[in-house]
């Protein structure tokens, strides 16, 4: 693939139901398989960019996000999908948009501090400022314009989206489905500014940090990482998350199109 355009932007999902939707308002698509992934390349709302299902996981996400870069040239990362909430203050539906990432199952100590990566220096990522205001403005403008229109009475009611929030703040990452109270509460231990937990965000971080190139993680609250997720996730996430990505997406698609002319 030709790498001559000078803004290229990699959409990353780490399920398919995240990703849904979405790729039907890619015009002039073209799929291609590369490690076992579809890459789709087109235009999205007037951005070029590249549509891919990572798989779940930090591996499948950092070897995902190598051949964005490697392979089709993307210039800027995005990954939108669910998380559980690590903190209080959170409630399902809310968005979380990471200023930080770290790798909260990383620990080669006595070697290294707990939690700090190798050859790097770091245990914390930062994501991308101007990247992160974009997809916090855009995420403002459909909970204000589009969310009562895209997200059904009946889905607002069931998972309580009476006020839903936007908050920027510590992700961690880690290869393990936290539902479990007495884990998470060893990590908010550790780690008290951490707001949400998930399983690919902070590889991300650290392959873009690796080539330099800026990325934004946003992740909608589908549970508080303990035994009390929405009655029905997938649904949850076809009704709820699926539809925010979309939205916020082609917003900030279009702030994309207007800081890059």
Not at 6 to 16: E, I, S, T
Not at 76 to 102: F, N, T
Not at 117 to 130: E, H, Y
Request: hydrophobic share 45%; charged share 15%; with cysteine.
């Amino acid at each position: 693939m030709s790498n001559s355009i000078k803004h290229r932007l990699g959409l990353v999902f780490a399920m398919v139901e995240e990703q849904q939707g979405l790729t039907q308002y890619l015009q002039d698509a073209h799929t291609q398989t590369v490690g076992n992934r579809e890459y789709i390349t087109g235009t999205l709302w007037g951005v070029p960019c590249v549509c891919v299902l990572s798989g779940i996981g930090k591996v499948a996400a950092s070897s995902t996000v190598t051949s964005l870069i490697q392979q089709f040239g993307v210039s800027h990362i995005v990954l939108s999908g669910v998380a559980g909430a690590a903190d209080h203050g959170l409630s399902v539906g809310d968005i979380v948009i990471a200023d930080q990432l770290i790798q909260h199952d990383m620990n080669v100590s006595p070697m290294l501090p707990k939690f700090e990566i190798p050859r790097t220096g770091k245990s914390r990522f930062d994501s991308c400022s101007d990247l992160s205001t974009q997809l916090r403005s855009a995420a403002e403008h459909f909970l204000a314009n589009e969310f009562a229109e895209k997200i059904s009475s009946e889905s607002q009611q069931q998972f309580a989206l009476n006020r839903v929030n936007i908050v920027n703040g510590l992700i961690g990452s880690g290869d393990q489905f936290i539902n479990d109270m007495q884990v998470l509460a060893g990590l908010k231990l550790e780690l008290p500014d951490l707001l949400a937990v998930e399983m690919e965000g902070a590889a991300i971080a650290q392959v873009c940090d690796d080539y330099q190139i800026p990325f934004a993680i946003m992740r909608t609250i589908s549970d508080e990482a303990n035994d009390s997720a929405p009655l029905d996730f997938k649904l949850f996430i076809d009704e709820v998350a699926a539809q925010y990505s979309i939205g916020i997406l082609r917003q900030f698609c279009a702030q994309w199109t207007n800081a890059n002319r």
